[in-house]
């Protein structure tokens, strides 16, 4: 007897394989912040001009194609020891007020607050260490802050003494996106205060837009950190959509069986 294959299996097994990977690329295609150098100081000018190597002056690392995702620099946790963050550059009419810090990813109203209003680029207080522990304790240079997360991943923030703009874009005014997240490629920078450094992959450039981002200028040059040893973590949104994923797939193996 000739094997006749069924075909209605076959067809559903390809749908639900499909219908996976639709959801996989799905989860990761938010969008991040469109960043102008209409002004001519806008980001890209900025890591330019601290870019020493390979290229002195012109960073390997391009700000709009190379963002991360909105969805995936929402979270964030520290390595190692901890997490190093180093003020680069303020440029901005508020920049004596505006403040930077973190939060917990379960209460934004939970934050610790990492640089104060005037603190400059090429002074001791325009670094920080930080770490977040696995049971939530924060301890910045090495002392406990005495605030406590729900856990160890922790939101970044941009505010005027208490957070205003969150990486969280959810909580923004419209959903806004304010801050930039880039990786680095291995470029040497030259940082205030701080000097040659190297803008590996687990080093990353966070940069902020201080006002509703619908009525700025867009450079995203207001607030310029470089922050070593953190890595972001995906929100409960994606991994969900990728766990459906899995299901897909799962259930195409059950058909096969």
Known sequence: ???????GKNIMNMKLIVTAVALASWAGSANAIFVSDATGNGLQTV???ITVGPVAGDSSVDVNADQISDD???YWETLGAGSATT????LANKKNSNTFGIYDQADPTNYVQLFAGGD???????QRLLSVAGDGTVSIDGFDTGVQFSSSSFGLYLGRAEPLFYSDSSLNRAGADQMAALKGKGDTVN???LGETTWDENSHIIAWEDLA????????NDLVLFVSSITNVPEPGTLALLGLGLVGLGAARRQKA
């Open 1 to 7: 007897m000739e094997f006749v294959p069924n075909k």
């Open 47 to 49: 890591l330019d001009n």
């Open 72 to 74: 995936s620099d929402t």
């Open 87 to 90: 003020l680069v550059f303020e």
């Open 120 to 126: 400059s680029p090429d002074t001791p207080e325009a």
């Open 191 to 193: 940082l205030a205060g």
């Open 213 to 220: 981002y619908d009525r700025s200028d867009r450079d995203v």
